[in-house]
């Protein structure tokens, strides 16, 4: 069974960077398209970005279009999330999953969730 594992969260300030890392195990990951999510303090869980099984396809929240990158090394089995100029709405934890696509909509494939990184962007 695939299992995932976010890194790389931390506390920065408004218009810093952060790298996210999911690094997979258990079953290769390049078969499957994989999923950011994050979660708000007090709000569900919304989607941010996913990429493609192969790295061609990507989409994008519109909250964070043009700041943040999702990309893949399917050598190393792991999905970067790249965050720039982030703001203070961005804070919450971030959870990558794989996915099932439709169109320009995707969800989690499984209903298992890991324990995420914690994001938080504050002055």
């Known amino acids: 069974q695939l299992q995932l594992v976010e890194s790389g969260g931390g506390l920065v300030q408004p218009g810093g960077s952060l790298r996210l890392s999911c690094a997979a195990s258990?079953?290769?990951?390049?078969?499957?398209?994989i999923g950011w999510f994050r979660q708000a303090p007090g709000k569900g869980r919304e989607g941010v970005s996913y990429?493609?099984?192969?790295?061609?396809?990507?989409n994008y929240a519109d909250s964070v279009k043009g700041r943040f990158t999702i990309s893949r090394n399917n050598a190393k089995n792991t999905v970067y999330l790249q965050m720039n100029s982030l703001k203070p709405e961005d804070t919450g934890i971030y959870y990558c999953?794989?996915?099932?696509?439709?169109?320009?909509?995707?969800?989690?494939?499984?209903?298992?969730w890991g324990q995420g990184t914690q994001v938080t962007v504050s002055s």
């Open positions: 258990g079953v290769t990951s390049d078969y499957y398209a």
């Open positions: 999953a794989p996915v099932y696509v439709s169109g320009s909509s995707y969800r989690p494939l499984y209903d298992y």
């Open positions: 990429i493609s099984s192969s790295g061609g396809r990507t």
